[in-house]
């Protein structure tokens, strides 16, 4: 069975630009969250989407937003991009909320 | 502010010792414990735990919990540089209006020297 797969791995873009990263969750799997990792910390909560719907935001700013379509895969997107935004972002998907988390690899997101 | 705190937040130790890593929370809505191990990017799930006292194991890892004093630890016995990784501590709460969402700790980077 495929993992949690996350498009795309690598990605370099400049401040003010516009980015949109993708996840494909585990087969079943109708829960998706975005993590934020930087270096040297843990990841940070961005979003929860549950059946389509957002269930969760964290502490972010407008720029960030994200949706979920009805195959359950899910996309980040992220406005007027700043240095700061460099960063690992990790997806994570389960079976219902609040049971166990399986993360995919991330997709690592540097802004020059 | 909801919190979670990891020591140490790294360690070298040799292949064949014994090492324990901590955490301690505090949340307002606790659900569950979880230990991952993160090696280059997807950290991998190691234990969930949510009741008190009762330890989980798996090979030469192990975990338990400790809701009355707001901790958990995760030893590793017999170290072998395979295990040198960082260790990351996360708390299923129902924070940002969500449910079960992780509030993680800064990670412990292990390293294991053969």
């Known amino acids: 069975d495929a993992g949690v797969t996350q498009s795309p791995t690598h990605l370099i873009k400049t401040r003010g630009q516009h980015v949109t990263l993708r996840c494909s969750p585990i087969?079943?799997?109708?829960?998706v969250s975005w993590y934020q990792q930087v270096l040297g910390q843990g990841p940070q909560f961005i979003f929860q989407?549950?059946?389509?719907?957002?269930?969760g935001r964290g502490n972010f700013p407008d720029r960030f937003s994200a949706r979920q379509f009805p195959n359950y895969s899910s996309e980040l997107n992220v406005n007027a991009l700043l240095l700061g935004d460099s960063a690992l972002y990790l997806c994570?998907?389960?079976?219902?909320?609040?049971?166990?988390?399986?993360f995919g690899s991330g997709t690592r997101l540097t802004v020059v | 502010e909801d919190k979670v705190v990891q020591s140490p937040l790294s360690l070298v130790v040799h292949e064949g010792d014994t090492v324990t890593l901590n955490c301690s929370y505090e949340?307002?809505?606790?659900?569950?414990l979880l230990w991952y191990k993160q090696e280059k990017k997807a950290p991998t799930f190691l234990f969930m735990l949510?009741?008190?006292?009762i330890e989980k194991k798996s090979g030469r890892l192990s975990s338990i919990l400790d809701k009355k004093e707001l901790f958990s630890i995760l030893n590793i016995t017999a170290t072998q540089t395979g295990d040198s990784a960082v260790y990351l501590c996360?708390?299923?709460?129902?924070?940002?209006?969500?449910?079960?969402?992780?509030?993680f700790g800064k990670g412990t980077k292990l390293s294991v020297k053969p």
């Open positions: 949510t009741s008190s006292g």
């Open positions: 949340v307002t809505n606790f659900r569950s």
């Open positions: 087969s079943g799997h109708k829960s």
């Open positions: 994570a998907s389960s079976l219902e909320q609040g049971l166990g988390y399986t």
């Open positions: 996360a708390v299923g709460t129902n924070y940002g209006g969500s449910q079960g969402n992780l509030i």
């Open positions: 989407y549950y059946e389509k719907e957002e269930r």
